[in-house]
């Protein structure tokens, strides 16, 4: 939805905008194309070479390997309070499902269950997570995306598999998600899990629960922050933070037809008013 982020931005030039998820900069590229400032942030130090890259030389854009959580401290250290507009493209982007060696994927049962997104600032990946929690720490991780019932057998599984043999690959998952029941026949059976898992590793709802109101602190009055989520956990946390505040928006049947990333993406765009 990168058209409908920058209408919806309403991007001015030489306005300061934050991209807190900057990704391979899709985003923030049409951001400096129209002439405004940057700062980009982003966790992930491989996919900020890319985007860093993409970027090239330019004195409108900065781009910093950091995590969201601490967007308040970076912001100002970066000359940016007082922003125009804030960006969360939440999760993860299409290059890290692509790449078969992290994890991601169901598409590489070899690949290392890891998942991190940081490998040196995390020290704790995926399969440790399946190796070490207690029964009740692995209901809980995946109750985040699949129901009690189906967080129930699935951890079952996942101990006695532990107790045969560590869980160390994703086909090792694959395996263990055989037969699960999550009710949603159009997705692979081990989708849900690895999103859990993923959410967990990479403590994606705690961050963004603790950066949204300090993103919501940088904005000037009448500023925008608007947040792409992917599932309903995401946009728990706004409603919780802003009930009914602002508008929602769904990505249209061909961006879904070019893009299946979007099939579960809603946009939210909220403008900061300062009651007087
Ligand atoms: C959906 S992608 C963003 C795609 C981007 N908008 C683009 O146009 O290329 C989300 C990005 O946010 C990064 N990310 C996820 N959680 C983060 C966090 N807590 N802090 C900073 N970056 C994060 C991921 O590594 C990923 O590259």
């Keep these: 939805m990168t058209r409908e982020v920058i209408e919806k931005l309403h991007l001015k030039k030489a306005h300061k905008y934050i991209d807190a998820t900057v990704g391979t900069a899709g985003h923030t590229l049409s951001i400096v194309e ?32 950091g995590n ?20 969360f493209d939440l999760g993860v982007s299409n290059l890290h499902l692509k790449d078969l060696s992290r994890g991601f994927s169901f598409e590489n049962p070899e690949a290392e269950l890891d998942m ?12 440790d ?31 006695s598999e532990r107790e ?27 989708t849900l899990p690895l ?9 994606e709802l705690d961050n963004f629960k603790k950066a949204l109101p300090k993103a919501y602190d940088l904005l000037e009055e009448g500023g925008k922050l608007i947040v792409l989520t992917f599932h309903s956990k995401e946009e728990e946390i706004i409603n919780e933070f ?18 299946q990333r979007a099939r579960s993406a809603k946009m939210r765009v909220i403008e900061k008013r300062v009651n007087k």
């Design 116 to 127: 991190r997104l940081n490998k040196e600032a995390q020290g704790v990946k995926a399969s």
């Design 68 to 87: 969201f959580i601490d967007i308040d401290i970076i912001a100002k250290e970066n000359g940016f309070t007082q922003v125009s507009g804030i960006l």
């Design 195 to 203: 999103l859990a898992l993923r959410i967990a590793v990479n403590s």
């Design 34 to 65: 129209a002439g405004a400032e940057v700062l980009g942030i982003e966790a992930d130090p491989e996919m900020l070479a890319i985007a860093k890259k993409r970027v090239g030389k330019s004195k409108n854009c900065k781009l910093v390997n």
């Design 242 to 259: 802003f009930g009914k505040k602002g508008e929602t928006l769904t990505p249209s049947d061909e961006e879904i037809g070019r893009n």
């Design 129 to 159: 997570l399946l190796n070490l929690l207690r029964r009740d720490q692995l209901i809980e991780l995946f109750t985040q995306t699949l129901d009690l019932s189906a967080a129930r057998w699935l951890s079952s599984r996942v101990i």
């Design 164 to 190: 045969e043999k560590k869980i160390e690959t994703v086909g090792d998952l694959l395996e263990i998600c055989k037969g699960l029941k999550t009710g949603k026949k159009k997705l692979h059976e081990a």
